[in-house]
C-alpha cells in the first residue's frame, strides 16, 4: 500500500552578498570619479587662471579709457608747446593718480601724487603696467602710454588707481565668476559620472549576463553557454563550453571502461560461482564465498566510478522528489507493505538521476526488505540541503552495529538475499555529491536512515 502527503514550503533565498573590493565595476566607477574630479579640476584652474589675466587685461583697458581722455585733453598752445586744457576735477572726487611729460620732463600731475613717476622715455607706442606709492604710501596700479606730438615731443602719459581699489574690483568680479564656475562644473561633473556609471552598467551587463548561465549551468538549467555573447566575451564562452564537453566526454569515456572492465571481470567470476555452486566441500564452499565477495566489490566499485565523474559534472539536475515516489511506489507493491510518503518540499539535487536511483534505491529497499509492516518515506529541506529519510517497523539494528553496516559485504542477517553492498554503496553515492548519510534509532521500531545532499540552485 503507498500513501503520498505533499506540502510545498517555499522560502526567499538568501541574499548573496557581493565583494566591492573585488568588483570590477566599483574600480571603474572610482576610476572614473578619479579622472572626472581630475578633470574638472584642471579644467576649473585653467579657466579660473585665463579668467584672472582677462580681468587684468580689463583693468589695463579701463585704466588705458582714462589715458585716452587725458590724450584728448591734450593741446597746443600758439608756439606748438603741448599743455592739458583740464584737471583733477575732470575726473571726478574719486583719487586719481595720472601724469604728463613731455620728452622726459614733467609737465602736468594730479595732486594726488607726492613726486613725479619716472617714465620710459623713446618707448614709442608702447602701453606699460607700473606700480608706484603715492605721496600717502598707498600703492598704485597705473598704465602709461606714449604719444609722439608734432616738433618732435615724445609725450607720455600715466594713469593709475589705487592698487587696493583696483584688486577689489577684480576680486569682486572673480568671486562671481567662480561662483558661476562652481555652479557649472559641479553639475557636469556630477552629470559625467552618472553617465560613466550608466556606461560602466552597460558594459558590465554581458560579464553578469554570462556569470548568471554559468549559475544556470551549475544548478542545471542550462548545458551550454549561449551564442549571445558580444564578440569580445564570445570566445570565452565557447572556451566554457569547449571545456563542459570535454569534461563530459572524458567522464563518458571512463564509465565506459569501467563498464567494460566490470563486464570483463564479472564473467569469468560468474563462471567460477557457478561452478562452485555445484560442487562439494570446503574449498568450492570458500572459492563461491570469495567469489561473491569480488562480484559485491565490482559492482561497489563501479558504481563508484561511474557516480565520480558525474559529480563533478555541472549540468547535473535532478528532481529528486519524483525518483523517490516512483521508488516508494514501486517497492511497497513487491514486498507487500504499506509505504507513506511525505514529501515537505520537491527539491532538486546536483547529481546524476541514474546515480540518485542507485543510492534511493538500496535504501527503500532495504526499508522494505526489513520491515514488518510498514515503511515512511519523507522528503524535506534543511537550509542549502535536501533531505531524505526512511525508516522501518522492522527489527532495527544495534546503534554498536552502524558502523559494521556500512561497511562493504557485511550482513547482519544472512537470512535475506543480497550480497550486503546496498547501504555501503549508498553512503558511497552520497559522500561523491558531499553529502551525508546517518543511521539512527527509528520512531516505528527499526531502523532509520537520514540522507542529506546538497540542494541544486
Same mark, same amino acid.
Given at each position: 500500500?503507498?500513501? $503520498?502527503?505533499?506540502?510545498?514550503?517555499?522560502?526567499?533565498?538568501?541574499?548573496?552578498?557581493?565583494?566591492? #573590493?573585488? #568588483?570590477?565595476?566599483?574600480?571603474?566607477?572610482?576610476?572614473?570619479?578619479?579622472?572626472?574630479?581630475?578633470?574638472?579640476?584642471? /579644467?576649473?584652474?585653467?579657466?579660473?587662471?585665463?579668467?584672472?589675466?582677462?580681468?587684468?587685461?580689463?583693468?589695463?583697458?579701463?585704466?588705458?579709457?582714462?589715458?585716452?581722455?587725458?590724450?584728448?585733453?591734450?593741446?597746443?598752445?600758439?608756439?606748438?608747446?603741448?599743455?592739458?586744457?583740464? /584737471?583733477?576735477?575732470?575726473? /571726478?572726487?574719486?583719487?586719481?593718480?595720472? %601724469?604728463?611729460?613731455?620728452?622726459?620732463?614733467?609737465?602736468?600731475?594730479? @595732486?594726488?601724487?607726492?613726486?613725479?613717476?619716472?617714465?620710459?622715455? &623713446?618707448?614709442?607706442?608702447?602701453?606699460?603696467?607700473?606700480?608706484?606709492?603715492?605721496?600717502?604710501?598707498? #600703492?598704485?596700479?597705473?598704465? =602709461?602710454?606714449?604719444?609722439?606730438?608734432?616738433?618732435?615731443?615724445?609725450?607720455?602719459?600715466?594713469?593709475?588707481?589705487?592698487?587696493?581699489?583696483?584688486?577689489?574690483?577684480? !576680486?569682486?568680479?572673480?568671486?562671481?565668476?567662480?561662483?558661476?564656475?562652481?555652479?557649472?562644473?559641479?553639475?557636469?561633473?556630477?552629470?559625467?559620472?552618472?553617465?560613466?556609471?550608466?556606461?560602466?552598467?552597460?558594459?558590465?551587463?554581458?560579464?553578469?549576463?554570462?556569470? =548568471?548561465?554559468?549559475?544556470?549551468?551549475?544548478?542545471?538549467?542550462?548545458?551550454?553557454?549561449?551564442?549571445?555573447?558580444?564578440?569580445?566575451?564570445?570566445?570565452?564562452?565557447?572556451?566554457?563550453?569547449?571545456?563542459?564537453?570535454?569534461?563530459?566526454?572524458?567522464?563518458?569515456?571512463?564509465?565506459?571502461?569501467?563498464?567494460?572492465?566490470?563486464?570483463?571481470? $564479472?564473467?569469468?567470476?560468474?563462471?567460477?560461482?557457478?561452478?562452485?555452486?555445484?560442487?562439494?566441500?570446503?574449498?568450492?564452499?570458500?572459492?563461491?564465498?570469495?567469489?561473491?565477495?569480488?562480484?559485491?566489490?565490482?559492482?561497489?566499485?563501479?558504481?563508484?566510478?561511474?557516480?565520480?565523474?558525474?559529480?563533478?559534472?555541472?549540468?547535473?539536475?535532478?528532481?529528486?522528489?519524483?525518483?523517490?515516489?516512483?521508488?516508494?511506489?514501486?517497492?511497497?507493491?513487491?514486498? +507487500?507493505?504499506?509505504?507513506?510518503?511525505?514529501?515537505?518540499?520537491?527539491?532538486?539535487?546536483?547529481?546524476?538521476?541514474? +546515480?540518485?536511483? =542507485?543510492?534511493?534505491?538500496?535504501?527503500?529497499?532495504?526499508?522494505?526488505?526489513?520491515?514488518?509492516?510498514?515503511? %515512511?518515506?519523507?522528503?524535506?529541506?534543511?537550509?542549502?540541503?535536501?533531505?531524505? @529519510?526512511?525508516?522501518? !517497523?522492522?527489527? &532495527?539494528?544495534?546503534?554498536?552495529?552502524?558502523?559494521?553496516?556500512?561497511?562493504?559485504?557485511?550482513?547482519? +542477517? =544472512?537470512?535475506?538475499?543480497?550480497?550486503?553492498?546496498?547501504?555501503?554503496?549508498?553512503?558511497?553515492?552520497?559522500?561523491?555529491?558531499?553529502?551525508?548519510?546517518?543511521?539512527?534509532?527509528?520512531?516505528?521500531?527499526?531502523?532509520?536512515?537520514?540522507?542529506?545532499?546538497?540542494?541544486?540552485?
Amino acid at each position: 500500500m503507498f500513501q $503520498k502527503n505533499q506540502a510545498v514550503n517555499k522560502s526567499d533565498p538568501s541574499p548573496k552578498v557581493g565583494h566591492v #573590493s573585488k #568588483s570590477l565595476a566599483a574600480r571603474m566607477s572610482l576610476l572614473s570619479f578619479l579622472w572626472i574630479t581630475l578633470l574638472m579640476s584642471i /579644467g576649473g584652474v585653467a579657466i579660473t587662471w585665463a579668467f584672472n589675466r582677462s580681468a587684468e587685461r580689463s583693468l589695463d583697458n579701463q585704466l588705458l579709457a582714462y589715458v585716452d581722455i587725458l590724450i584728448s585733453s591734450t593741446m597746443l598752445d600758439a608756439n606748438g608747446k603741448v599743455y592739458i586744457h583740464k /584737471g583733477d576735477a575732470f575726473f /571726478g572726487a574719486i583719487p586719481r593718480y595720472w %601724469q604728463v611729460t613731455v620728452n622726459g620732463k614733467p609737465l602736468i600731475k594730479s @595732486s594726488h601724487l607726492k613726486n613725479w613717476i619716472k617714465v620710459k622715455s &623713446g618707448a614709442g607706442s608702447e602701453i606699460t603696467r607700473v606700480n608706484v606709492i603715492d605721496k600717502y604710501g598707498t #600703492s598704485i596700479t597705473a598704465v =602709461e602710454k606714449t604719444i609722439m606730438f608734432p616738433g618732435r615731443q615724445e609725450v607720455v602719459y600715466l594713469f593709475g588707481m589705487q592698487s587696493a581699489i583696483a584688486q577689489a574690483f577684480m !576680486d569682486e568680479d572673480k568671486a562671481i565668476f567662480n561662483k558661476a564656475l562652481v555652479f557649472i562644473l559641479v553639475p557636469v561633473a556630477v552629470l559625467l559620472l552618472i553617465l560613466a556609471f550608466i556606461q560602466i552598467r552597460l558594459q558590465s551587463r554581458p560579464l553578469q549576463e554570462i556569470q =548568471e548561465c554559468l549559475e544556470d549551468i551549475e544548478s542545471g538549467k542550462l548545458s551550454r553557454l549561449p551564442d549571445v555573447f558580444p564578440s569580445e566575451i564570445q570566445p570565452l564562452a565557447e572556451h566554457v563550453n569547449t571545456l563542459l564537453d570535454y569534461s563530459e566526454e572524458v567522464v563518458e569515456r571512463y564509465r565506459t571502461f569501467a563498464s567494460n572492465m566490470s563486464h570483463a571481470l $564479472k564473467t569469468p567470476l560468474t563462471v567460477i560461482s557457478s561452478e562452485a555452486a555445484v560442487s562439494h566441500g570446503k574449498l568450492a564452499l570458500t572459492i563461491k564465498e570469495q567469489a561473491q565477495i569480488m562480484l559485491a566489490l565490482i559492482d561497489r566499485n563501479l558504481a563508484r566510478v561511474k557516480s565520480a565523474g558525474t559529480a563533478n559534472i555541472l549540468t547535473a539536475r535532478t528532481d529528486i522528489a519524483s525518483i523517490v515516489e516512483r521508488i516508494t511506489q514501486g517497492f511497497a507493491k513487491i514486498y +507487500d507493505k504499506k509505504a507513506e510518503l511525505v514529501i515537505d518540499d520537491r527539491g532538486f539535487f546536483r547529481g546524476d538521476e541514474g +546515480d540518485a536511483y =542507485e543510492f534511493l534505491g538500496n535504501i527503500i529497499e532495504n526499508a522494505c526488505k526489513y520491515a514488518k509492516q510498514s515503511v %515512511q518515506v519523507r522528503l524535506f529541506s534543511q537550509e542549502d540541503m535536501i533531505c531524505f @529519510s526512511c525508516e522501518d !517497523d522492522g527489527p &532495527g539494528i544495534p546503534q554498536e552495529e552502524y558502523e559494521t553496516v556500512v561497511k562493504r559485504g557485511t550482513r547482519l +542477517d =544472512e537470512s535475506k538475499p543480497g550480497h550486503g553492498i546496498g547501504l555501503p554503496i549508498a553512503r558511497d553515492l552520497v559522500a561523491l555529491y558531499n553529502g551525508t548519510m546517518t543511521l539512527e534509532p527509528s520512531s516505528l521500531g527499526g531502523l532509520k536512515v537520514v540522507v542529506s545532499l546538497p540542494k541544486a540552485k
